[in-house]
């Protein structure tokens, strides 16, 4: 079995550049089936579901290809509406192309979208938002079925500020005949992101980054080339790299802009952080503090992608350190494979209490979604010795070059076969 093989205890000391966000350029893709012209997407992150957007849009009838991080993308022979559930199923954002098909075609068939086991993961806020705008859906034998002969206007408040749900109301609300007005929409940054990309197409779109958008649809779309966003879960997730195993690194092509809530817990923490205008850095010495109460919330609240990292780097911290995860029902999987470290860890529904412990032993672990994953990496590298994570393919996700990025701040880290205590010789 394919495992990261590492050897912890070390200070991570460097600088590295952040790659462009898996979790804008997703639903750019996306967007990129709802008119066809060609479009050239750079700081697209070489990620897996990056790829997978690659495969549905060729599986319709498109073209993708790459030349470093950007990508040309022609959707100009795009002819099918329909996406495989082989496909649909590997990724939760397979459900973003909902709203660019309606708009294309008037008419969408898919299966429910696949993802992070983070809880129930419903799609009910899409399929009442497109309804809300002429859809018909029909759910049978587990398709969703969706026609949508006259797309018009609509003013739809969301019950929960979704992000996915949001982005699909944007992607619709082009195609529609009339205004779409969008209440209690999410503020996610990567919202803002699709919202310039569809600007940059043509589209009319007003109050992106608030909580009411407006969409004056019909707005003739064109091809469009597009630099997306950097990664702000990257960049929080090398900042509690840093942070649990003390050091100093700098990134770079990040401004930490948006994830103030990520750096006052660091600072909180005891990290001396500096932000400038395209690199933030982070300095860890000695032990951290206990970070009293860490509550998820929707932006431009704690990020509950960063829930796990922040986890893994307050293990070893002064203190209780006390989690409430409000987004997911699930998302506290790691917890069991952070314990085998040694990490004194309490979950009681949706709270996580940490006690900090002196030292983490080195374990062999297994990552189950992606920032799970990413935890359990940030803890290896704080146990001194040799420890192993498997399930790597969820960080494949989401994570551009991990390992080599890892390794410029000095981790030792590979990747290797068998983690049952034999441990290649060839470490790097
Ligand atoms: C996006 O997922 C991100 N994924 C997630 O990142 C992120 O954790 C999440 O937003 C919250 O910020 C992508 O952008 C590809 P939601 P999404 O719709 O759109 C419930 C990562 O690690 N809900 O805001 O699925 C849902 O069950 C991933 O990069 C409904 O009930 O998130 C959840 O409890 C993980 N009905 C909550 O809302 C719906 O129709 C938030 O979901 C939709 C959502």
Do not use: W
Request: hydrophobic share 45%; glycine share 12%.
């Amino acid at each position: 079995m394919e495992a990261l093989l590492i050897d912890g205890g070390r200070p991570l000391k460097g600088c590295i550049a952040i790659s462009g966000s898996k979790n804008a350029a997703l639903p750019i893709l996306a967007a990129t089936v709802a008119h066809g012209a060609q479009y050239t997407i750079s700081r697209c992150p070489a990620i897996t579901d990056v790829a997978l957007a690659g495969e549905i849009i060729e599986a319709l009838g498109g073209s993708v290809s790459r030349r470093g991080d950007t990508l040309r993308v022609d959707t100009r022979n795009v002819r099918r509406h329909a996406i495989p559930g082989s496909l649909m199923g590997r990724m939760r954002a397979s459900v973003l192309f909902l709203g660019a098909l309606l708009t294309r075609f008037g008419a969408a068939a898919l299966t429910m979208p696949g993802g992070c086991p983070l809880g129930r993961r419903p799609i009910d806020l899409h399929l009442d938002a497109v309804a809300r705008m002429g859809t018909s859906v029909v759910l049978r034998e587990g398709s969703i079925l969706c026609e949508a002969p006259a797309l018009h206007g609509a003013a739809i408040e969301l019950l929960f500020p979704s992000v996915g749900a949001t982005e699909n109301v944007l992607l619709t609300a082009v195609g529609c005949g009339g205004t779409v007005v969008l209440q209690n929409a999410a503020r996610e940054p990567e919202i803002e992101d699709l919202g310039r990309f569809l600007q940059a197409m043509g589209a009319d779109i007003a109050g992106l980054g608030t909580d009411t958008i407006t969409i004056r649809g019909g707005a003739p779309l064109h091809g469009a080339s597009y630099t997306v966003m950097a990664d702000r879960i990257e960049t929080a997730t090398f900042l509690c790299a840093c942070a649990g195993c003390g050091g100093d690194v700098a990134l770079t092509g990040t401004d930490g802009k948006y994830i103030g809530p990520v750096l006052d817990a660091l600072t909180d923490a005891g990290c001396e952080i500096c932000r400038g205008r395209d690199t933030v850095t982070l300095r860890s010495e000695g032990r951290l503090r206990a970070v009293s109460e860490i509550a998820t919330a929707p932006y431009p609240g704690f990020p509950t992608d960063v829930q796990a990292p922040m986890m893994a780097a307050l293990l070893r911290a002064r203190g209780e350190s006390r989690f409430a995860e409000t987004i997911f029902e699930r998302r506290f999987a790691h917890v069991a494979q952070l314990r085998k470290f040694g990490a004194e860890i309490e979950v009681v529904g949706a709270g996580a209490t940490v006690r900090g412990v002196e030292a983490l032993r080195p374990a062999l672990v297994e990552g189950t979604d992606l920032r799970g994953a990413a935890s359990l990496v940030l803890a290896a590298l704080q146990a001194p010795g040799e420890s192993a994570v498997t399930g790597i393919k969820h960080l494949r996700r989401g994570y551009d070059k991990l390992e080599e990025k890892l390794r410029a701040l000095g981790a030792s880290i590979c990747t290797g076969k068998n983690p049952t205590g034999n441990f290649p010789s060839d470490r790097v």
